[in-house]
């Protein structure tokens, strides 16, 4: 299968393409190499992804159409796996415009391009848990009003959805939302919390527990992931735009996690209590159940066994301290 990646330096985008590229697909992955965490670390996942005859990397920022168009214009995929995103809750505080710039008009030019691939049969694109805003009442259904988000981020990712509708209805498109509910795992990004426990663990550093440590997260590999979008490309071809929550249905309380860090990593943290930040959320808690439905599958690999696959992979990444 002819299939076009965005966001393929990033986490989930690095761990797909590797095992597209396995799995026999001719692939066309993009990627802007934005400096919202440290470049390097991007340059690493390019790196370690390798040099594939089936696969063609082009540096490209999905917010420039033109520039879009003319990267992608001779390939014609068959399937569209959108991951590319201006991701962080904290950060859509300080710099919404690049919010804006990617989860918006960023996906209304994926799905214009979308529109215009006469082969094309799958768009399958990254939204988040995030839009269910905070509550306590989960597990979250796909059936949930998701109309208090309670952060920029949030609120562009809804904003996707929406969009994604529209343009499902008006051009007979199959497209595909799945949102993320906290995904982790080796290679992860370095303002995610168990890559910065870690390091504050590590460095004898206070590990700070917001909402004095009283969340609870749907944690998921990023394995069960990458599982889960390749059952969606191998799936049957169907018309409309459908949501799907892809996570272990398993919240964690962030306390519990931090324990299973500290036992992995062989040392107790040093904790500090303090409240809720703006834009977070005291749950994400994914029901699962339409996507096992439609899919065969549900993520189910737990933390005890994930955290210690991340902390190997910290301990000997060569560029960690720079990141």
Known sequence: MRILLTGVAGFIGFHLGKALVAQGHEVLAIDSLNDYYNPQLKL???AALGEHKNLTFRKVDIADMDALTEAVDDFNPEAIVHLAAQAGVRYSLINPQAYADANVRGQINMLELARRCSNLGHFIYASSSSVYGDRKDGP???TDRCDAPVSIYAATKKSGELISESYARLYGLNVSGLRFFTVYGAWGRPDMAYWIFANAIENDETVRLFNRGEMRRDF???SDVVEG???MLASP???GHEVYNIGCSNPV????FLSVLENTIGKKAQTELLPMQPGDVGDTYADPTKFVET???SPSKPIEEGL???VSWWRDYPNRSAI
């Open 44 to 46: 690493d996942r390019l």
């Open 140 to 142: 979250f259904r796909e």
């Open 220 to 222: 998921t590999h990023v």
């Open 229 to 231: 979008i390749s059952r």
């Open 237 to 239: 071809v169907r018309k």
């Open 253 to 256: 309380q962030l306390r519990d």
């Open 295 to 297: 899919f065969g599958y």
């Open 308 to 310: 210690p696959e991340f």
